[in-house]
């Protein structure tokens, strides 16, 4: 079911306007939001903005496969900050209430001990080219 409401949100192009949405809430550099307006989900790595390596693709590829819509990815840490639209249109507005404050919701792949994966909020702010996790 979710990823038949994601399917019909990114067709209709409303999955890709509410995660424009979110990176211009929390001031993401223009250069992350116009790349992936252009189809491309780029990495914060520390301030510099990288492509993602085949590993972090597949990372993402499995986040997306559950229905997500990922738009960023942070790594910071050891761990991979994977940032995604929530499925649920009726969730959107609570995301922008909350990324109004910095927090976007992540599924964190924790590289070192991947049992210790999960999803959750993080807060975000912009770093030089990029973003990065606070806290």
Excluded at 39 to 68: F, H
Excluded at 95 to 106: D, P, Q, V
Excluded at 113 to 123: A, F, L, Q, R, T
């Amino acid at each position: 079911m979710r990823n038949q409401i994601l399917g019909e949100a990114r067709k209709a192009g409303r999955g890709i306007k509410q995660a424009v949405k979110l990176m211009k809430t929390v001031n993401f550099p223009e250069n992350i939001i116009t790349r992936f307006e252009k189809g491309e989900v780029t990495l914060s790595n520390y301030g510099k903005l990288e492509m993602l390596s085949q590993a972090a693709k597949e990372l993402v590829e499995k986040v997306e496969k559950d229905g997500y819509l990922v738009y960023h990815v942070i790594f910071q840490q050891n761990k991979l900050y994977i940032l995604y639209v929530s499925p649920c249109e009726e969730d959107w507005d609570y995301e922008i209430a909350t990324a109004k404050n910095g927090f976007l919701l992540s599924a964190c792949q924790n590289i070192t001990y991947p049992e210790w994966s999960e999803h959750g909020m993080v807060e975000v702010k912009p770093f030089g080219e990029g973003v990065k996790r606070v806290g």
